[in-house]
């Protein structure tokens, strides 16, 4: 296998990621078949598994920098921090970036489309999220700082972004302004962490006797 981190290894594989990307941008995920994405970046099918372990990752794959990204802002927060503050600032600062990974980046709705009419590339999706939740859930565990039910809140706070960038990519899908779309993104997002970090509120009615 290639060392991914070497220049040549690098090239080829960001080379066989834009080849296939524009593939499936064109026809469609599951109309494309490994074969034809390496005939088309001039590699074997072998070459193409030696950097991607799976299809969807050659459309999907930035999504592993998210766990890199989680385990920092975990590890990396100042003391005076939580967790789920330090996530949260981390997702805003996506968000300001207007980072792909925040479904804010102006070109993106090609490839969500892509994915959303793709059953395989949604279940990748599901999975990763799942993965994400694991790995979070033991950063909380060993870090410690962190007093709460790590597995529990690992899968608030992945359920909670998760609501939130669906609802990011059905706004970019049905053609709403995209400034009025990152300031909603960013609202939610404060909601969202609010309601893992501080409870759900309730309307607070009582009931007569």
């Known amino acids: 296998m290639p060392n991914r981190g070497d220049r040549g290894g690098s090239k080829t594989r960001a080379r066989i990621a834009e ?50 990204i989680v385990r920092t802002a975990i590890r990396e927060r100042a003391d005076h921090i939580s967790a789920v503050e330090a996530l949260r600032q981390t997702a805003l600062a996506l968000a300001e970036k207007r980072h792909a990974l925040s479904g804010l980046n102006g070109d993106i709705e090609p490839m969500m489309r892509t994915v959303t009419a793709s059953p395989a590339l949604i279940t990748r999706l599901r999975a990763f999220a799942y993965e994400i939740e694991t790995a979070l859930a033991a950063e909380l565990r060993t870090d410690s700082t962190f007093s709460g039910d790590s597995t529990l809140t690992a899968a608030l706070l992945v359920a909670a972004y998760r609501t939130v ?19 909603t993104h960013r609202q939610r997002l404060n909601q969202a962490f609010d309601a893992v970090e501080h409870g759900i509120p309730g309307d607070h009615r009582t009931v007569s006797p």
């Open 19 to 68: 080849v296939a990307s524009g593939l499936f941008l064109e026809r469609g995920f599951d109309d494309v078949t490994i074969a034809e994405v390496a005939a088309a970046a001039g590699v074997s099918k072998v070459t193409v598994f030696s950097h991607f372990e799976r299809k969807e990752d050659l459309l999907l794959d930035r999504l592993p920098d998210v766990v890199d």
């Open 165 to 183: 960038a669906v609802e990011t990519v059905r706004s970019r899908l049905a053609g709403d302004d995209l400034a009025d779309i990152a300031a």
